[in-house]
């Protein structure tokens, strides 16, 4: 079984300021990895994924994550945010059986 | 189609009666699940479907709680006898079946129970 941990529920940032979103996971065989991002009454938005290869991962919206597997984290980067860029952000695991497991969610608000 | 699509976008029923929650997945897309979103609960599995195989139904709540898969395509999540908690944002989502797509998830609808 896998899960994922979300470290900071809530992330206020300014508008062109750098943000990070943590995200730990936890499985004792190999791992997908994911970013998913949900603005205001929408579904869920593929940002990023690591599967395999580098473990630097760039994505949509300027967005990237890095897989470090000693720590067993995946966290998200943006160097700029934007207030368009307010919303939930969620970390996800899939293993071998293809169901992924979220975590809590983050949500990221850019002020002016 | 062009998306996943999920019908109705907003259901309110009263306490008791049972609802039919639907999701159209994106054509040929052989996976297909339905998650839960609640608040300060994030997004809890439900039920997996994989072309022809068995459903993973190991997320289901209680007995209360069915799907079905027809044809390998349209999925119909059934909840009898509404509870308040069952009050909530449940998301369908398709995929190729591998994770090297990730999944593609409609916009939910949004039940609440009265």
């Known amino acids: 079984a896998q899960s994922v941990t979300q470290l900071d529920s809530q992330v206020p940032v300014f508008e062109e300021a750098p943000v990070e979103l943590r995200c730990n996971y936890s499985s004792s065989v190999s791992v997908y990895l994911f970013w998913y991002v949900q603005y205001p009454n929408q579904g869920l938005q593929l940002l990023l994924k690591y599967l395999s290869g580098s473990t630097l991962v760039k994505g949509i919206n300027g967005f990237e994550a890095e897989f470090n597997k000693s720590q067993t984290s995946f966290h998200l980067r943006k160097p700029s945010v934007h207030i368009s860029d307010t919303a939930e952000y969620f970390c996800?695991?899939?293993?071998?059986?293809?169901?992924?497991?979220f975590g809590k969610g983050t949500l990221l608000t850019v002020n002016p | 189609g062009a998306g996943v699509s999920q019908s109705p976008s907003n259901k309110v029923t009263e306490k008791g009666k049972d609802v039919e929650l639907r999701c159209d997945p994106i054509?040929?897309?052989?996976?297909l699940y339905w998650y839960r979103q609640s608040l300060g609960q994030g997004l809890e599995f439900l039920i997996y479907?994989?072309?022809?195989?068995?459903?993973?139904k190991s997320g289901l709540p209680s007995d209360r709680f069915s799907a079905e898969r027809t044809g390998g395509s349209v999925s119909t999540l059934t909840i009898q006898r509404t509870q308040q908690e069952d009050s909530a944002v449940y998301l369908c989502?398709?995929?190729?079946?591998?994770?090297?797509?990730?999944?593609?998830f409609g916009s939910g609808t949004r039940l609440t129970v009265v």
């Open positions: 989502a398709s995929s190729l079946g591998g994770p090297s797509g990730g999944y593609t």
């Open positions: 054509s040929g897309h052989t996976a």
């Open positions: 479907f994989q072309g022809n195989s068995a459903p993973d």
């Open positions: 996800a695991v899939q293993g071998s059986n293809y169901k992924l497991t």
